[in-house]
């Protein structure tokens, strides 16, 4: 089975968070498990610049086949390449199916035209992207529409397939894909990366002068008010221990006056003391945090699959989230942690509940572990995939896949 995935960016470009790395993982994975995969992508960097990578040229990466096309315009958003498009013209045929993870870039317009003409089946990975919030966002509310009435919704409406990561995106996303088939397949992780080191962690906090009866807090993602991390800081004031508590706060500013709101708090709370920011940290780094850290926070208004969720779940590090964090309702079933609404008193008081019972953490920390390796180990993600690529092409539906 020859597969070709399509995406706007893709590794070394880990600068652009979780779809990267999910979607490395997968096709590296396809590959180990013996599937033809090739990929299309620009040379985008994450950044704003582009990556020092040949282009126009396959180059192995972990068994897949990586063709890199030069960004011409919208490095940030669009991802408009000349040379991806027309290499996808040229070469569509060739392939049994293709796998495209974009909804906002002229990318999905490439695909959607190429495989109707040549009667190429197509899937689509949102990422999160039809969730109902994502057309909700602050800036790119009428941008997004007028691009979802225009293009992007007769590419969803005539997809072979589309695949999500949990239930809970799929009933987010309902009202946006018309009548096309949907099934569920997690992002995957590499189990034995995550796998928690206790001497990693002594170092991490002799490093950053942490004691080891401290509790660590760690909010691991980018600057945005949606995510509700001021909640946080009223739970550092509010907290009724002796026990001292620190929060680490570690991403990319996106939104530069929430940035400067969230500073504002934390001094007018007086916990300015009890935070540190960082800024985003190199992914082979990021697993360190997750040892070094107690408990992982995402009290998220709005939130589609957080690949950081699912790394900590590996790295036994348990988890708050929100109810309107996707798969809260996973999270929830395996005991991995706790999940509250996204208003301060729930935040606050569930805290509390953690530093007042010590036992609890260390619960949620094995189940935590046990979760990521029933759901998230990245042999049987591509096992699912492939299946899931069996069932497009045979017209099969497989009940682990949980089609609709």
């Not at 089975?1 to 995406?7: A, E, G, Y």
């Not at 096992?383 to 899931?388: D, E, P, S, V």
Request: proline share 3%; aromatic share 10%; charged share 25%.
């Amino acid at each position: 089975m020859k597969v070709l995935h399509v995406i706007p960016s893709y590794e070394p470009a880990w600068a652009f968070g979780g779809t990267v790395t999910a979607t490395s993982n997968l096709c590296r994975a396809l590959a180990w498990q013996g599937t033809d995969v090739t990929v299309y992508t620009t040379d985008a960097d994450g950044k704003g610049g582009h990556l020092n990578v040949p282009l126009n040229q396959p180059i192995d990466l972990g068994g897949v086949k990586v063709w890199y096309f030069h960004c011409d315009f919208g490095v940030k958003k669009a991802f408009y390449s000349r040379g991806l498009a027309r290499k996808l013209k040229e070469t569509v045929k060739n392939f049994d199916l293709v796998h495209v993870s974009a909804i906002w870039q002229w990318t999905q317009l490439n695909v959607f035209k190429n495989c109707m003409k040549n009667n190429i089946p197509y899937i689509v990975s949102p990422h999160s992207s039809l969730m109902e919030w994502s057309f909700e966002e602050v800036g790119n509310k009428l941008l997004k529409k007028l691009f979802w009435e225009s293009f992007s919704s007769r590419t969803i409406s005539m997809a072979t397939a589309i695949h999500f990561l949990c239930e809970g995106e799929r009933i987010t996303s309902k009202k946006y894909i018309g009548n096309s088939s949907s099934f569920i397949v997690p992002n995957g992780i590499i189990l034995d990366i995550f796998k928690f080191n206790e001497q990693k962690r002594n170092e991490m906090r002799e490093k950053f002068r942490i004691s080891n009866e401290t509790i660590v807090l760690l909010y691991l993602g980018r600057i945005h008010r949606k995510k509700n991390i001021e909640l946080i800081m009223e739970a550092l004031r509010n907290q009724n221990t002796t026990q001292k508590v620190i929060l680490f706060i570690i991403g990319h500013i996106e939104d530069n006056t929430y940035y400067q709101l969230l500073k504002r708090t934390a001094s007018n709370l007086n916990v300015d003391s009890s935070i540190r920011w960082l800024p985003p940290v190199e992914s082979r780094e990021v697993k360190d945090f997750y040892f070094m850290s107690d408990l992982m926070m995402l009290p998220s208004k709005s939130e589609g699959i957080s690949m950081a969720i699912t790394e900590a779940l590996g790295a036994s590090l348990p988890v708050l989230i929100s109810n309107r964090v996707a798969n809260y309702r996973e999270i929830e079933m395996d005991k991995a942690g706790i999940v509250v609404k996204p208003t301060q008193e729930s935040v606050v008081e569930a805290i509390k509940r953690i530093l007042s019972s010590p036992s609890l953490l260390k619960t949620f920390s094995q189940n935590a572990r046990k979760s990521a390796e029933s759901r998230y180990a990245l042999d049987k993600v591509a096992y699912l995939m492939i299946k899931a690529y069996e069932d497009v092409l045979t017209g099969r539906r497989s009940p682990e896949l949980q089609w609709r």
